[in-house]
């Protein structure tokens, strides 16, 4: 966990990273965001990933994205932030959405990358190939970097949950409806593990304002493959909830 600033006055922006994430692989981005906007940030693990304990159960099941939404408002409510801005990249960025839709009184907007409402075969592809990449290349050990003796756990909680029959009924949009604090929604228009239908089914149905950034050529983590881009059109958008 990683608390940057502490002024009560100014709004927190509450990082959640992806599903094979950690506060590690944020580098500097959170910082620099902060520093932009005058918000104060908030970094941290979720159970299992990272500097965080491990794994207390060995699955998943359909509801674990909504579980972890639970888990943040217990988490912010435990810090005692008061004005939450949610900036959350695939997993992170469902987390996010849900947490909108549930507990509306303390978040002024959200931020989402490449963030899912449905399953997708584009998605299982992406996983697929990254099961692949997994067992033949050098994957496993840049992720140990992170995630030390957690990776094993990291991963497979990942891919064995996506890949698993049951998990193709996943869907979160009845949560969309729900949500009326601004949100901005930004993915890469070659991003390997989501289509366009992502960000056009979370435009069309949160009930707040929300608009769209989709960037040329580049893929599933815009904070990293065009994150000047990324700080500008969110320091903007923050600067409209501030």
Known sequence: MVQLANNPEHPTI?????????VELWRTFPKTLGELTQCN???????GYGKSSPFTVNS????????????????????????????????????ALIAAAKYPSFILG??????????????LEGIREAVTAYQTTDLKERLQKYHGEKTEAVFNAWAATWLNDTFRSWNMEQFLP???CPVLVIQGEKDEFGSLDQVNGIVKQVSGVVSSLIIPAVGHTPHKEAKEIVLEHSAGFIGTLV
């Not at 509450?14 to 950690?22: A, N, R, T, W, Y």
């Not at 940030?41 to 159970?47: C, I, T």
């Open 41 to 47: 940030v908030f970094v941290y693990d979720r159970q």
């Open 110 to 123: 959200v931020i989402t990358e490449g963030a899912h409402i449905f399953v997708e075969e584009i998605t």
């Open 14 to 22: 509450v990082f959640l990273h992806d599903s094979l994430g950690s």
């Open 60 to 95: 998943r099941d359909n509801d674990y994205l909504e579980i972890e939404a639970d888990r943040l408002h217990q988490l912010i409510e435990q810090c005692g932030l008061q004005r939450v801005i949610l900036f959350g990249h695939s997993d992170g960025g469902s987390i």
């Open 178 to 180: 729900k949500i009326h």
